[in-house]
């Protein structure tokens, strides 16, 4: 179930990425690695970005420059999904609320730092 839970939490956060325009998985990488304050494993942006393609969420984009850089950009699709996921996302953000503000409390009650 976590498994699950991170994942759908990646796609979410890539088809975000995708929302500000096209961009080449190196860079929504780095995006979200930057955002979260960690790196994701190697190769997991790419991985994710196969599925939502198949999902037909995204989908490739002309970059437009002489390398080779396949850019990916959200589709219709992909921007329904995340309206149709949008009170998921606001129960997560309340969950995750709950949780730092449990933290915060056992800091308090145990003078812990962190």
């Given amino acids: 179930m976590a498994g699950g839970l991170l994942k759908g939490v990646a796609a979410l956060m890539i088809l ?4 500000q325009g ?9 995006a979200i690695s930057q955002r979260m304050g960690a790196s994701l494993p ?3 942006v790419y991985v994710m970005l ?19 850089k396949r850019n990916y950009r959200i589709t219709e699709r992909g921007l329904a999904f995340l309206f149709q996921h949008e009170d998921k996302i606001d129960r997560l953000i309340s969950v995750l ?3 730092k503000e449990a933290v915060g409390q056992l800091k308090a009650v145990s003078g812990a730092r962190g």
């Fill in 16 to 19: 975000a990425e995708l929302l």
């Fill in 22 to 30: 096209p961009k080449c998985g190196y860079e929504i990488n780095a």
């Fill in 42 to 44: 190697p190769g997991y």
């Fill in 50 to 68: 196969r599925q939502l393609e198949r999902r037909g969420l995204v989908e490739p984009v002309e970059s437009g420059e002489g390398r080779r």
């Fill in 97 to 99: 609320s709950y949780v």
